[in-house]
């Protein structure tokens, strides 16, 4: 019920800005992941679908942010001065539960993933 789509190859400082469609529902709170080789799924950015509350990781705060457009049941990732470490598969996620802020992050709180898009970022 998920599509992620918008990764690519971007030189370091770099903009790239993903795309994730919900497809016939809208769901209570979205956030986007990213996985690094050898690495443990990490939290991106978060929202409530109502757009009063969003969260992003320290290390992307201030460069990534999140938004959505509700007449296409879509959420962004907007990623500015993109850095070597910013290299992952990135996924999007969904859930029916309208997450407090403190819950946003957590990756066992969202029932729907995406298939994920890789993000590359060269020096």
């Known amino acids: 019920q998920l599509q992620a789509s918008g990764g690519g190859l971007v030189q370091a400082g770099e903009s790239l800005r993903l795309s994730c469609a919900s497809s016939?529902?809208?769901?209570?709170?979205y956030a986007w992941f990213r996985q690094a080789p050898g690495k443990e799924r990490e939290f991106v950015c978060g929202?409530?679908?109502?757009?009063?509350?969003?969260v992003c990781a320290d290390s992307v705060k201030g460069r990534f942010s999140i938004s959505r457009v509700n007449a296409v049941n879509s959420v962004y990732l907007q990623m500015n001065s993109l850095k070597p470490e910013d290299t992952a598969v990135y996924y999007c996620?969904?859930?029916?539960?309208?997450?407090?802020?403190?819950?946003?992050?957590?990756?066992?709180?969202?029932?729907?993933w995406g298939q994920g898009t890789l993000v590359t970022v060269s020096s």
């Open positions: 996620a969904a859930d029916s539960r309208t997450w407090i802020q403190s819950a946003i992050p957590r990756k066992d709180g969202y029932d729907y």
């Open positions: 929202m409530k679908w109502s757009g009063s509350t969003k």
């Open positions: 016939g529902r809208t769901f209570g709170t």
